[in-house]
């Protein structure tokens, strides 16, 4: 079974500066990881997703995020901070068998003017 | 392309009343998922279907929840003797199915409250 760990339940950022989100995976199989972004009373939408091939992913919103297999991890950067970046955050982990997606906690990502 | 589309998107019901949720894949999608979410967590899988078949229910889906797909199109998500445990948000989500690693969208969610 896959599982998702997300360290930090709330990050909190000044405008301008670098966003680090943090998500670690647990699976028996190669992994296929998504990062996806939730604003208040919203569903979700997808910002990056990691297959196969190059192991730095770029997204949406100038997000990207890079997969490690010998740390298991696949955490979530931006360069400079948005007021608009400002929302809950998902990291996710399905197999290539199609599996539903198993989401971690959430991070909850403030940005201070 | 409209996206998922969820509907009543907020429900406040009384504790032991049935309600029920409907959700509109997006058009030729194939794949269908309905997860809970609760206040600070994040979403829980209940199930999906392809087409019209069930393919897969997680435990936390009680004999107090059905859901169905008739037609393999439109989906409803029926909670039967509501509890306060059930309030949540009610995420479908659908996708294309034709190779591992196909994108799966969100719709935005009905909120239950259960009072």
């Known amino acids: 079974a896959q599982s998702v760990t997300q360290l930090g339940s709330h990050v909190s950022v000044s405008e301008g500066a670098l966003v680090l989100l943090r998500c670690n995976y647990s699976s028996s199989v190669p992994p296929y990881l998504f990062w996806y972004v939730q604003y208040p009373n919203q569903g979700l939408q997808l910002l990056l997703k990691?297959?196969?091939?190059?192991?730095l992913v770029k997204g949406i919103n100038g997000f990207e995020a890079e997969f490690k297999k010998s740390e298991t991890s696949f955490h979530l950067t931006k360069p400079s901070a948005h007021m608009s970046d400002a929302a809950e955050y998902f990291c996710a982990v399905r197999t290539p068998g199609n599996t539903p997606l198993v989401f971690g906690k959430g991070t909850r990502l403030s940005v201070i003017a | 392309d409209t996206g998922v589309s969820q509907d009543p998107r907020h429900k406040i019901t009384k504790r032991g009343q049935n309600v029920t949720f409907r959700c509109d894949p997006i058009?030729?999608?194939?794949?269908l998922y309905w997860y809970r979410q609760t206040l600070g967590q994040g979403p829980e899988f209940l199930t999906y279907?392809?087409?019209?078949?069930?393919?897969?229910k997680s435990r936390l889906l009680s004999d107090r929840f059905s859901a169905e797909r008739p037609k393999g199109s439109f989906s409803t998500l029926e909670i039967q003797r509501t509890e306060q445990g059930d309030s949540a948000m009610y995420l479908c989500a659908s996708s294309l199915y034709k190779s591992s690693g196909n994108t799966i969208y969100f719709g935005e969610g009905s909120w239950l409250t259960v009072v």
């Open positions: 990691y297959t196969t091939g190059a192991t």
């Open positions: 058009s030729e999608h194939n794949r």
């Open positions: 279907f392809q087409n019209e078949a069930q393919l897969e």
